[in-house]
C-alpha cells in the first residue's frame, strides 16, 4: 500500500508540472496586451512591462514562475493593485468552499438516494420519476436552473432572498441550483451501477442463504453499487469547491469565480495562472484521494498488493 500511494504520489506531482507548464505558455500565447487597455504613452507601458519581467525571454519567464511557486508565491495580481493572489484565493475561497460543501452533500444524499429509489422500482412509476429528475438537471444549464429558482422562490413565492451570502436562508437556493446537475449525475451511475449487480453471483448466494431484502441491498449492492459514484466524485469535487462562475454570479456570492473572470478579462496573467493553479492542485489532490479510498472500500481491489509484487 506505502509504495502505491508514493506511486500515485509522484504521479500527481509530475501532473501539475505539466498543468503549470502548459498554462503558463497557453496564458502567454493569448492574444492582447495587459497593458494596452491602459491610457499610458509607449515609455511608461515599456516600464511596466519591465516592472513586471514581461521584457525577459519567456523560458526565463517560466523558470522566475516556478522557483516563486515552489515557494509557495503565486504571484501578485496587475488588476487589484498588486494584491497578492494567495490573499484573492484566502478572501474567496471560503465562499466557494462553503457553498460547494452544501451542494455536494445534497447532491450526494438525494443522487445516491433516487438512484437506489430508481434501482429498486424498476419500470414503476417511481422509477420513471427519478429518471425525469435526472433527465432535467443534466439538461437544464446552471444559468436556467439559477434563474428559476431565483423567479419562482424569490420573486413569486417570495419565501427565499434571491442573491447575496448573509445567513443560512440566502444559502438555500444556491445550493440546489449549483447542485442540481451532480444530483441528475449521481442519480443515473448509483441507478445504473445498482441495475448491473442485481444479477452477480455473490447476490444470489446473499439470497440463498436467507438474508432479508434490506440487508442484501444494504451491505451488498449498495456498497459495490457505489464503487463508480465514488470514481467521480474526486473531479466533481474538486469543481464544486473551487467554486462555480455561473452560479456565483447570478447569487453575487463573492467566491472565486468573479477573480477568475475579471483575470480573463484584464490579461492578468499572475491571476489566471494562480487561480489555475490552485485549482489545478485542488483537483489532483482530490483524485489521489479518490484512489486511495477506492481500492479500501472494495476488498476485491487489490492494487496496491499487484504493484508490491511487480516491484
Not at 58 to 70: M, T
Not at 229 to 234: A, E, K, M, R, Y
Not at 237 to 246: E, P, S
Request: net charge positive; charged share 15%.
Amino acid at each position: 500500500m506505502f509504495r502505491y500511494i508514493v506511486r500515485r504520489l509522484v504521479i500527481s506531482i509530475v501532473t501539475l508540472l505539466v498543468l503549470v507548464t502548459a498554462v503558463f505558455f497557453l496564458v502567454r500565447a493569448m492574444p492582447g496586451d495587459p497593458f494596452l487597455s491602459e491610457k499610458l504613452r509607449p515609455e511608461i507601458r515599456e516600464n511596466m512591462r519591465a516592472y513586471w519581467g514581461f521584457d525577459r525571454p519567456l523560458y526565463e519567464q517560466y523558470f522566475r514562475y516556478l522557483g516563486k511557486l515552489l515557494k509557495g508565491d503565486l504571484g501578485t495580481s496587475m488588476h487589484y493593485n498588486s494584491i497578492p493572489v494567495t490573499k484573492l484565493i484566502a478572501d474567496s475561497f471560503p465562499y466557494s468552499a462553503d457553498l460547494g460543501l452544501r451542494a455536494l452533500l445534497m447532491a450526494f444524499v438525494v443522487g445516491t438516494g433516487l438512484g437506489i429509489v430508481s434501482a429498486l422500482n424498476r419500470g414503476k412509476w417511481l422509477d420513471y420519476a427519478c429518471i425525469i429528475v435526472a433527465i432535467l438537471g443534466v439538461s437544464l444549464p446552471d444559468f436556467v436552473s439559477g434563474y428559476l429558482l431565483q423567479f419562482v422562490f424569490g420573486l413569486k413565492l417570495k419565501v427565499l432572498p434571491i442573491a447575496l451570502w448573509r445567513g443560512f436562508k440566502y444559502t438555500i437556493l444556491p445550493t440546489v441550483a449549483l447542485s442540481f446537475y451532480t444530483t441528475a449525475l449521481l442519480t443515473r451511475i448509483m441507478r445504473a451501477s445498482m441495475l448491473e449487480v442485481v444479477g452477480q453471483d455473490y447476490i444470489k448466494v446473499a439470497r440463498a442463504k436467507g438474508l432479508s431484502p434490506v440487508r442484501i441491498v444494504a451491505r451488498h449492492q449498495v456498497r459495490n453499487a457505489i464503487l463508480p459514484v465514488v470514481t467521480v466524485l474526486g473531479p466533481i469535487t474538486a469543481a464544486i469547491l473551487t467554486g462555480t462562475f455561473v452560479i456565483e454570479s447570478i447569487y453575487a456570492i463573492p467566491g472565486m469565480g468573479k477573480f477568475y473572470v475579471v483575470g480573463i478579462q484584464n490579461l492578468d496573467y499572475s491571476q489566471i495562472l494562480g487561480l489555475t493553479v490552485f485549482y489545478g492542485a485542488f483537483l489532483i489532490a482530490a483524485n489521489f484521494l479518490v484512489d486511495i479510498l477506492y481500492g479500501l472500500i472494495d476488498p476485491r481491489i487489490r492494487i496496491y498488493r499487484r504493484d508490491d509484487r511487480q516491484a
